[in-house]
């Protein structure tokens, strides 16, 4: 969506997305608690990331591009009530570099986004000592107690433009489901309701592979934000 709007007048040169789900009420060492299966996490802890670098896919390892920003829609739930977030590369991104090589594109990747210090603590514990080092530390539950949040922005970036599209999505009280079970099952519900009613490709694709055109991608879009908050924004 986002390479759509900037393809219009240049060329697209980068496309991140940063993602991740945390807890609203962030503990310390690790500031972090179980919002997905130990096996999914150690993945994303320990496995080297695939980005498009310079044109070109390379293995990167986790951890690496490491970097601090400030998301002002975060601050009360921030350790510090800054906002301040931690970014770097993680395993997870699935096909995008090798996608988006084929559309131009110079550099992508994923990076996931936790609370500061939980980078700096995972990335000395050895593959080994994981379960019996980290997985107490993030035993805490997510519910009506304990909260999560998950945020995401993509950005993409031509010479002179940058659009930047941000998801926030809150523990709902109403239902009891996390913020990591709405963004993940609400997505694929609404695409499984795309392809009952014809509006999808037949066939196996990737979810974005799936739209026809960018009617139905615009569709998508418009379902989201029905139960999400999702910001754009063109940056000259």
């Known amino acids: 969506f986002l390479i759509g709007q900037l393809g219009r007048n240049e060329s697209v040169d980068s496309v991140y997305a ?6 609203q009420k962030p503990t310390p060492p690790l500031f972090y608690q179980r ?6 996490h150690e993945h994303v802890c320990y496995d080297p990331a695939f980005i498009l670098k310079s ?7 986790p951890f690496s591009d490491y970097k601090t920003t400030v998301v002002p829609e975060l601050a009360r739930y921030s350790p510090d009530r800054t906002g301040l977030v931690e970014l770097f590369n993680t395993a997870g991104g699935s096909l995008m570099p090798w996608k988006l090589q084929k559309l131009g594109v110079k550099n992508a990747g994923e990076r996931t986004f936790r609370w500061p210090g939980f980078a700096e603590f995972v990335s000395k514990i050895p593959r080994d000592k994981f379960k019996d080092t980290v997985s107490p530390l993030i035993s805490t539950p997510v519910d009506a107690e304990n909260p999560d949040l998950v945020w995401m922005r993509i950005e993409a970036k031509s010479k002179s433009v940058t659009a930047r599209m ?4 809150l523990f709902d009280y109403k239902t009891g489901f996390t913020a990591m079970e709405r ?4 997505s694929a519900a609404i695409m499984a309701v795309m392809a009952a009613r014809g509006q999808l490709k037949r066939g196996i694709f990737t979810a974005d592979e799936a739209f026809p055109s960018s009617r139905e991608r615009n569709i998508y879009l418009h ?4 139960y999400f908050r999702i910001t754009q924004e063109i940056i000259f």
């Open 35 to 40: 919002v997905y299966s130990d096996e999914g």
């Open 18 to 23: 940063y993602v991740g789900g945390v807890p």
């Open 166 to 169: 941000d998801l926030l999505d």
């Open 183 to 186: 963004t993940t099952g609400t």
């Open 55 to 61: 044109g070109g896919v390379v293995s990167v390892p």
């Open 223 to 226: 379902e989201m934000q029905k």
